[in-house]
Nanobody
Framework: EVHLVESGGGLVQAGGSLRLSCAAS????????IGWFRQAPGKEREGVSC????????YYADSVKGRFTISSDNAKNTVYLQMNSLKPEDTAVYYC?????????????????????WGQGTQVTVSS
C-alpha cells in the first residue's frame, strides 16, 4: 500500500523554525517527485517546494525561497522541509504528495493536480 505521512507541524512565533517530515512507503521512492503544498483558509492551494532527487531538480516557490529548504533521506524514504524565518502568512495545513518526476515542472503553474498520492496534512501556525 502507498502511504505518505506528514509530521512536524505545530505552533511557533514569527521568526521561528519548524522541520516537517514526509515519510513514504509502498512505492519506489526515487521513481517519484515529492512535493510540499499548503492550504490556508480562504486561499488556494499553493505549491511550496518539490524534489526530484533522481533528476537532481529542486523547486521553491518565490514566497519561501531563501527561508525553506527541502531535503531527502532515501535510506529512510523521507523528505524534509526545513522552514526558517517563519511568517504569519506561512500559516496553513501542509501536505506532502508524490507524483511523476516530470511534475516538478508544473509546480509554479498548478496546485498539485499531477500528484497522485497525498498525505493527511500537518498544521503549521505562526503567531505574530
Amino acid at each position: 500500500e502507498v502511504h505518505l505521512v506528514e509530521s512536524g507541524g505545530g505552533l511557533v512565533q514569527a521568526g521561528g523554525s519548524l522541520r516537517l517530515s514526509c515519510a513514504a512507503s509502498g512505492f519506489t521512492f526515487d521513481d517519484y517527485a515529492i512535493g510540499w503544498f499548503r492550504q490556508a483558509p480562504g486561499k488556494e492551494r499553493e505549491g511550496v517546494s518539490c524534489t526530484s532527487s533522481r533528476d537532481g531538480r529542486i523547486y521553491y516557490a518565490d514566497s519561501v525561497k531563501g527561508r525553506f529548504t527541502i531535503s531527502s533521506d532515501n535510506a529512510k524514504n523521507t523528505v524534509y522541509l526545513q522552514m526558517n524565518s517563519l511568517k504569519p502568512e506561512d500559516t496553513a495545513v501542509y501536505y506532502c504528495a508524490a507524483g511523476p518526476r516530470w511534475a516538478i515542472a508544473t509546480m509554479s503553474s498548478s496546485s498539485g493536480e499531477y500528484f497522485g498520492f497525498w498525505g493527511q496534512g500537518t498544521q503549521v501556525t505562526v503567531s505574530s
